[in-house]
């Protein structure tokens, strides 16, 4: 998640090489989310049809790439967030997909598979869970979804003080900290596969 507002220009946060996806908060203060792709993977925008606000995707090929933050903020989102993110996963359970995610489920064991509306929502989409390493304390908030067991691999957490060191690669002292998933993944396109890094 992000806190930007919709006078932050999109030249402000540009990467050299990268396109950017940016799907501010709509009203409330703070939130939004934004993904960083390499431009040689031909990307185009995707959109879907439900309602859950903090999601941003693009696509390269059939493989849908996304970033999604699920707030546990209910007088923010809604008491319907809930909903609205399970006809998320609902919809996206037929399509190839690269989810990115921060969905504030610290009660979902991603390794014993807890029984919970979400964790069932993609056991039913057959979408697996490819980090189980806690992120924040001792739970997994941090988590990389797909339809393909072989598709991530070499998942790394790094602990980083803020994005400002992420983004620079400058330790920045005073500020937040988040943890830092890089992965590596491979898709098959036109019998050649590309192949990217991730740093979520």
């Not at 990467?15 to 709509?26: H, I, N, S, T, V």
Request: hydrophobic fraction near 40%; glycine fraction near 6%; aromatic fraction near 12%.
């Amino acid at each position: 998640m992000v806190n930007f507002r919709h006078t932050v220009v999109d030249s402000e946060m540009q990467l050299a090489g990268y396109e950017m996806f940016r799907k501010d908060q709509d009203k409330a203060k703070g939130g939004g989310v934004l993904l960083y792709v390499k431009y040689f993977l031909a990307l185009a925008e995707f959109h879907t049809s439900v309602t859950f606000h903090n999601q941003v995707w693009c696509k390269t090929g059939d493989l849908c790439i996304s970033v999604c933050y699920r707030s546990s903020n209910t007088g923010i989102k809604g008491s319907d967030n809930n909903e609205h993110l399970l006809e998320l996963i609902t919809e996206v359970g037929n399509k190839h997909i690269l989810l990115m995610s921060d969905f504030n489920v610290p009660n979902v064991n991603w390794v014993s598979h807890t029984p919970t509306p979400v964790a069932d929502s993609y056991t039913k989409s057959f979408i697996m869970q490819h980090f189980t390493t806690p992120t924040r304390e001792n739970t997994v908030l941090d988590l990389i979804f797909s339809k393909e067991l072989d598709l991530v691999r070499n998942v790394d957490n790094d602990k980083c003080v803020s994005w400002i060191t992420v983004l620079s690669g400058v330790p920045q002292g005073g500020l937040s900290s988040v943890s830092v998933l890089r992965f590596k993944w491979s898709i098959l396109v036109s019998r050649r596969y590309k192949k990217g890094s991730f740093i979520f």
